[in-house]
T-cell receptor, first 114, second 115 residues
């Protein structure tokens, strides 16, 4: 099976807390691509990051960081010092080569309370 | 530059009517994708185009769904004889190329309500 699991359906934290969103994937491909998207209340999916299976370096972009671990098939996303504007649904996705499609997890609804 | 645009933003239709949803990708993007998002099914892939060709239509939910792309640009998703279970947000995305998981940029979606 090729699928993505986001076990956390909803997370609620107070502003300035750090929060980690979990993503576990399954694939039989040796080359694959993982993504994170943000869907704010406005509804539009916003691309955050793309990672290929050959690059296990962690990435940091401002308050956002991603931890890719092939050994545990995980691609977790951490927001440091969360802000109210970070409130959104976050989706992890796996790109299926051949079928040329993104398979999405069920999403994690993140609420940052002031 | 302009992002992916979709029209209409909202569509309410009666059961049994046909609807057409339009997607205008980012200029220069050769790959175009349709997804739909519903409460029960989450985000599901429908079809992709490389240029004007759709190599695999198996993701379309039924034979009432069809899609085409002309001139390597605009795409239309048509749903015939709409049913209530077709109610969802239909999202279009485009990427520079269809190979190697190029990042897909999404449009704002068309919210379809079948009454």
């Amino acid at each position: 099976a090729q699928k993505v699991t986001q076990a956390q359906t909803e997370i609620s934290v107070v502003e300035k807390e750090d929060v980690t969103l979990d993503c576990v994937y399954e694939t039989r491909d040796t080359t694959y691509y993982l993504f994170w998207y943000k869907q704010p209340p406005s509804g539009e999916l916003v691309f955050l990051i793309r990672r290929n299976s050959f690059d296990e370096q962690n990435e940091i972009s401002g308050r956002y960081s991603w931890n890719f671990q092939k050994s545990t098939s995980s691609f977790n996303f951490t927001i440091t010092a969360s802000q109210v504007v970070d409130s959104a649904v976050y989706f992890c996705a796996l790109f299926i080569q051949g079928a040329q499609k993104l398979v999405f997890g069920q999403g994690t609804r993140l609420t940052i309370n002031p | 530059g302009a992002g992916v645009s979709q029209s209409p933003s909202n569509k309410v239709t009666e059961k049994g009517k046909d609807v057409e949803l339009r997607c205008d990708p980012i200029s220069g993007h050769t790959a175009l994708y349709w997804y739909r998002q519903s409460l029960g099914q989450g985000l599901e892939f429908l079809i992709y185009f490389q240029g004007n060709s759709a190599p695999d239509k198996s993701g379309l939910p039924s034979d009432r769904f069809s899609a085409e792309r002309t001139g390597g640009s605009v795409s239309t998703l048509t749903i015939q004889r709409t049913q209530q279970e077709d109610s969802a947000v239909y999202l279009c995305a485009s990427s520079l190329d269809y190979r190697e998981g190029d990042e897909q940029y999404f449009g704002p979606g068309t919210r379809l309500t079948v009454t």
